[in-house]
């Protein structure tokens, strides 16, 4: 799967003007509501003409203002996961399931099993649309969309609308159908524990036009240098594999490129790759090695390069071996260690800052 | 207390141009309300002024105006019935047509409402599951203003057997042919004696409009529920 989209419109008083490229996997469109998010989604999926530019997916235009292509929402087969479910209220939830696959041309009840058992809807199959619970819903809607066959699809916060214990459960749904059907998806988030989860591809948006794009890690680590993000809870990403359980500690050792991370209740096997955040504002720096100290992360680096002060603070970008980190502290403390960027540094992590939300399957 | 065969013949004839000007108008009534509901063009206050004026105009006015245009010397009515075969003057068909006209209005209030409410959203999400529009205004539109479809037609049908002014002047009062319920209530207020079958009638007519009046309440709500369930 391959993802183009370069699109220009004014919507109102908001002029969209959106570029960037997504390739399978999950690319996560993440900023602020208000931003462009849905526009871009709407786009893709032809609910919403750009006055200019092209949208193609594996090279096959959609959307194209010069050559006047404009494919019609329902020949583009790209399924659509909305907010608020918008299932047919009308139709039950085995007909709200199979509604698009009389016009994929498809039939047969074994992919509707499939699904039926992957989103566990086995349940909920005679019952009434309206009679579904928030949770339930989503479940359908994400059902429905897959039975359409789509080549791609579109998720708009499909956990906005649900309370903590509903949005995991969707979430892990989510991941499901990343690793085990392989579908693209293009997910649009402001949360950044759900993009961090999924994404391995990131697309940060704001006031209608993409700041940054790229692999998840090394984009999260440019955006952590840019202020105008505000006070953002974020940091960076790194790839880790788990190499160890500790059980009497509850700690797992978990490897990466730049060296060791102990982590609490990671409840992943040894062996299986992982995704962990690691916030700007959890990481400290010092130039020795400190002896004597709670802290279990030492990981030896380099600056990489000085943000943009921001109030008493600064952000760090550091090169751990190779693997992007970020430490925010004080300006009082970049001058008083003379930070700058090449100079070695050693960055100190908590381990209990590292928790359940910022671990996520790779 | 049974029916006369006489107030039967008037119930029958009443119920059959009722039913025939509700399913008459459904056509039109729908188009207009899907055009006034969802189109923006210049004239369309025009247009809803024109389809509203039944409403307030003199009943008296549009039947003499059909008799004006379609009867048998006019050159429409001349037309219509040599070449179509089809003569409304002093027919039941005629009394269906003037009630149709004089329906129109609430068919058409009820039927917008009903498109108004439909959530488009739904219909963009059945698009991005594959269907092209015929089957998205068969599959999604159509289902859910149904409830207003049928409370528009039971609305005009409610209407038609209430329907005296146009009725009258356009088809006249001919007894087994265009007399339905009012103009036989008429008919009997006018001739000595006729007090008592005319009170029997018009409670017949209380209890119809009541019944009609009820089931399209009951079909709003049906209507609310299902609109509330999205």
Known sequence: MKLEVAIGAQLGAFALDAQFAAEGGVTALFGRSGSGKTSVLNAIAGLLRPARGRIALDGEPLFDAQARVDLPAHRRRIGYVFQEGRLLPHLSVRQNLLYGRRFAGRSGEGELERVVSLLGLGALLERRSQDLSGGEKQRVAIGRALLAEPRLLLMDEPLAALDAPRKSEILYYVERLRDELGVPIVYVSHALDEVVRLADTLVVMSEGRVLESGAVGETMARMELRPFLGRFEGGAVIEARVAEHDLDMGLARLEFAGGTLYAPDVDALVGERLRVRIRARDVSLALARPESISMLNVLAGKVAALGEPSGASVDVQLDVAGTALIARVTRKSAAALRLAPGLPVYALIKSVAIDRHSVGWA | ?230
């Open chain 2, 1 to 230: 207390m049974p029916l006369t065969p006489a107030e039967l013949e008037i119930l029958g004839l009443s119920f059959k141009v009722a039913l025939a000007s509700a399913l008459a108008s459904l056509p039109l009534a729908l188009g207009l309300a899907f055009v006034l509901a969802r189109l923006e063009f210049p004239g369309k206050m025009l247009l809803d002024g024109l389809v509203h004026l039944p409403l307030v105009l003199p009943p008296v006015v549009i039947g003499y105006l059909l008799l004006v245009a379609l009867g048998r010397n006019a050159p429409l009515g001349a037309f219509l019935a040599d070449h179509l075969g089809i003569v409304f003057a002093f027919r039941w068909t005629g009394a269906a047509l003037a009630s149709a006209l004089m329906g129109l209005p609430l068919a058409v209030r009820a039927m917008r409402q009903a498109v108004e409410a439909v959530d488009r959203r739904l219909e963009a999400a059945a698009a991005t599951l594959g269907a092209p529009p015929l089957a998205v205004f068969a599959s999604v539109t159509l289902p859910l203003v149904m409830p207003g479809v049928l409370n528009g037609m039971l609305l005009a049908f409610a209407r038609s057997l209430g329907e005296f002014g146009a009725t009258i002047t356009f088809v006249s009062n001919i007894p087994g042919e265009t007399q339905t319920l009012p103009l036989a209530i008429y008919s009997l207020t006018q001739v000595p004696g006729g007090d008592a079958p005319a009170m029997r009638l018009c409670v017949l007519a209380i209890l119809l409009s009541l019944a009609a009046l009820m089931v399209s309440e009951l079909l709003l709500r049906r209507a609310r529920r299902r609109a509330q369930g999205a």
